[in-house]
């Protein structure tokens, strides 16, 4: 499996049946494109699922100031932060979300934020192999216009198909996570007909 950033470049330009380059750091114009569509390649594939190699648990910092309104606390993101998965045992976009990220800061109503998230990951080595192979074929697309005179549409279902190999092995490496009910929690309410919210 490609493991540095040379060896998974070529992997992408393979995918546009282009010649191998020698080095990633070259000025040819397949190592340029890689290299311009790279970053922003990897975090869109980073982003799109909570990649386990990814997800790391961080106590935040609360800041001092408190938010204009609506809100209570402010605590600062990480600077390798990508995506949230959980505050407080309570994963975002669920009903039960009771914060939101406003540019590189997390709002809540709590004194305290146990945030997991997807960092950046950004060295090569560590990454997933099926992660690579998507990444691959997703930096394929990208730079596909600068190489080929296709716009690297025939990829998209490749990659589609991909990602969802990808993510479904990657989300069976992890034992789910079982949260219980606490005692006249919404989720009781609704269970038994008590909640005037949920019909």
């Known amino acids: 499996m490609p493991s540095t950033r040379t060896e998974i470049a070529n992997l992408a330009l393979g995918h546009l049946g282009q010649y191998r380059i020698t080095d990633i750091d070259e000025q040819s114009p397949p190592a340029v494109a890689v290299r311009d569509a790279w970053a922003m390649a990897r975090d869109a594939v980073l982003r799109g699922h909570h990649w386990n190699f990814a997800t790391t648990p961080v106590v935040l910092s609360q800041l001092a100031t408190a938010p204009a309104f609506g809100w209570a606390y402010q605590w600062q993101l ?14 975002s976009g669920t009903r039960d979300t009771e ?13 305290k934020a ?3 998230y997807v960092r950046c ?4 080595e560590l990454w997933d192999s099926q992660f690579v192979m998507l990444f691959g074929l997703e930096l394929a697309q990208l730079i596909a216009p600068r190489l080929t005179l296709s716009g ?17 092995s990657d989300a069976i490496d992890s034992r789910p996570q079982v949260i219980r009910a606490e005692t006249n929690s919404r989720y009781q309410r609704a269970r038994f007909g008590l909640d005037p919210d949920i019909g």
Do not use: M, W, Y
């Open 78 to 91: 990480p600077a390798d932060f990508l995506k949230l998965v959980s505050v407080n045992g309570v994963f």
């Open 121 to 124: 990951v950004a060295e090569c």
């Open 114 to 116: 146990q945030v997991e």
């Open 152 to 168: 690297g549409n025939a990829l998209a279902e490749r990659a589609e198909r991909a990602g969802l190999l990808a993510t479904h």
């Open 99 to 111: 914060f939101t990220i406003r540019g590189n800061l997390l709002l809540t109503n709590e004194q």
